[in-house]
């Protein structure tokens, strides 16, 4: 799936339609199909953007999700202080893409996780 002049396309690799698998082949070693490369498929939706181009129902159910952003990203920012220990806001402040998974288990966390 790729984002080509606003509009979603679905690239299918014709060349695995090609290469028949039948029972006996799926254990062949043999049988490898490469996957179509990022740069191919770019050109191939540049080249073809009217047959990769999802259909209407795709398009609309997508929008549908993510047609307020960033609006509501920025709207949905929340901002708080807190006090950590000094370790750990060392740890992230040297590591912030911890910090959602540092939020995830303090909110998930359960009776046995506060037991000392």
């Known amino acids: 799936m790729y984002i080509y002049q606003g509009k979603i396309h679905l690239v299918e690799d014709e060349r695995s339609k090609q290469t028949p698998i039948s029972a006996e082949s799926e254990l062949d070693e ?4 490469e996957p179509l490369s990022v740069i191919d498929a770019i050109k191939l939706i540049q080249q073809n953007s009217q047959n990769t181009l999802a ?7 997508i929008s549908k999700r993510v047609g307020t952003y960033p609006d509501k ?3 949905n920012t929340h901002w708080t202080n807190l006090v950590l220990p000094p ?5 992230l402040k040297n590591r912030p893409d911890l ?7 303090f909110y998930y966390r359960d009776p046995i996780d506060l037991k000392v």
């Open 73 to 75: 990203m920025i709207e």
């Open 30 to 33: 043999d049988v490898e199909v």
């Open 87 to 91: 370790k750990l806001a060392v740890i």
């Open 55 to 61: 259909n209407p129902g795709i398009q609309d159910a």
């Open 99 to 105: 910090v959602s998974a540092a939020i995830r288990a």
